[in-house]
C-alpha cells in the first residue's frame, strides 16, 4: 500500500499540483474550444438534462444546477474552515507534517479529515463550470490527490502517535462524516479570524456563486475565483 501514499515532494507542492489541475481543467488545453468557459460546460449540459429528463423550463434548471454548485462550495468553504479554525493555520499550510497531538475537536470528532473533504466539495461545485470531460478529469485527480495525502499523513502519525492515534483511527470515520460525534471534545478551542484569514480562497469562492452566479455568467464567476486566489495569495503573507 505503500505506493498509494504521496512522496514527500507531491505533499510539499500539494498547493501547486491543486492549482495545475484546476488550471488545466478550466482551459481544458486538449479541447479545440479551450478556455470556453459557459459553453458545453457542465452547468449547460446538467441544466439541459433536466430540462429534458423533469420538464423543467430553461431558467429553473439553470438556477437548480446553480443552487447545487453553490451548496457544494459553501460545504466546502465551512469545512475548511471549521477545520483549519481547530487545526491552526501554520499546520494547514506547512511544507511538512506535523505529528505533536492528536486534534478531537470541532469536525475531527466526525471525521478525520474535514480538509480534504471540503476540498472535494469544492472541486465538485467549481467544476460545473468545466467543460464535462475536463470536469471529470479535475475532479478524479483531485480526489485521487486527497487519498493519496490522507494516507502519508495517516502513516505519518501512526509512527508519531502510536496507541492514541489508532484508538482515534479506530473511532472516528477516515473522510464521509460521522452524524454523531465519535469521540469525546479535546478542549482546543478555535481560532476563526485566522482559519477565515487562510482559507480565504474558499470562502471567495463559495460567496462568488451566491453573489455571482445569478447573472447566468460562468465569466463572471470564474473572474471571483482567481480574484479569490489571488486574495488568498495576499492573505497567506499576513498568516505566516
Request: glycine share 10%; with cysteine.
Amino acid at each position: 500500500m505503500k505506493w498509494l501514499r504521496a512522496t514527500a515532494l507531491e505533499y510539499r507542492l500539494r498547493y501547486l499540483i491543486h492549482a495545475v489541475i484546476f488550471i488545466l481543467g478550466f482551459t481544458a488545453p486538449w479541447n479545440k474550444g479551450w478556455m470556453n468557459v459557459g459553453r458545453q460546460s457542465v452547468w449547460v449540459e446538467l441544466s439541459g438534462g433536466l430540462m429534458k429528463g423533469t420538464g423543467l423550463g430553461f431558467a429553473t434548471a439553470t438556477e437548480t444546477v446553480l443552487v447545487l454548485a453553490a451548496l457544494l462550495a459553501c460545504a466546502g468553504a465551512w469545512l475548511r474552515i471549521w477545520g483549519t479554525a481547530y487545526l491552526g493555520v501554520g499546520v494547514v499550510e506547512d511544507s511538512g507534517m506535523h505529528g505533536e497531538r492528536v486534534i478531537a475537536d470541532g469536525p475531527y470528532r466526525y471525521t478525520r479529515n474535514p480538509l480534504y473533504l471540503g476540498s472535494i466539495l469544492h472541486t465538485l461545485g467549481v467544476a460545473v463550470l468545466m467543460q464535462p470531460l475536463a470536469a471529470l478529469f479535475a475532479v478524479v485527480l483531485i480526489t485521487a490527490v486527497q487519498l493519496r495525502l490522507i494516507l502519508r499523513e495517516e502513516a505519518f502519525l501512526e509512527e508519531q502517535r502510536g496507541p492514541a492515534y489508532l484508538t482515534y483511527k479506530a473511532a472516528v470515520p477516515r473522510l464521509f462524516p460521522s452524524l454523531q460525534a465519535r469521540v469525546p471534545a479535546g478542549g482546543a478551542k478555535p481560532a476563526w479570524g485566522q482559519a477565515i484569514l487562510g482559507e480565504i480562497y474558499f470562502l471567495g469562492v463559495a460567496a462568488s456563486f451566491l453573489l455571482l452566479g445569478w447573472q447566468w455568467d460562468a465569466w463572471l464567476i470564474l473572474r471571483g475565483i482567481i480574484i479569490s486566489w489571488g486574495a488568498a495569495l495576499v492573505a497567506r503573507a499576513f498568516t505566516k
